[in-house]
Nanobody, 127 residues
């Protein structure tokens, strides 16, 4: 059974850091791209960052570039999202998803049916 489980969310103040973790099972990690997305109340889910399990290539949205770092541990089948200098606008439910590397060009699209999803972890940044 394919599963993704996020952890590491919480309540922090502006400027602080968090590290999110996504544990993957039921996948061959090297054959998938892990995408991190977030959804704020009343807003659509948006892409934050993606990393390829095959070659480690990464994508960042402009809103997090320079503040967030994505990484993965293929042996442990985990992806990590290190979030620094957090802002109130980073608040939301953070989801990780897995999409086949065949569809890597779609990693930024949360609406694609090719994604497998976790249940999310809440991140709240207070001002």
């Amino acid at each position: 059974e394919r599963q993704l489980v996020e952890s590491g969310g919480g309540l922090v103040q502006t400027g602080e850091s968090l590290r999110l973790s996504c544990e993957v099972s039921g996948f061959d990690f090297e054959d998938y791209v892990i995408g991190w997305f977030r959804q704020a109340p009343g807003k659509e889910r948006e892409a934050v960052s993606c990393i390829s399990g095959s070659d480690g290539s990464a994508y960042y949205s402009d809103s997090v570039k320079g503040r967030f770092t994505i990484s993965s541990d293929n042996a442990e089948k985990r992806s990590f999202l290190r979030m620094s200098r957090l802002k109130p606008e980073d608040t939301g439910v953070y989801y990780c998803g897995a999409i086949s590397v065949v569809y890597r060009d779609m990693c930024q699209d949360p609406t694609t049916a090719f994604y497998y999803w976790g249940r999310g972890t809440q991140v709240t940044v207070s001002s």
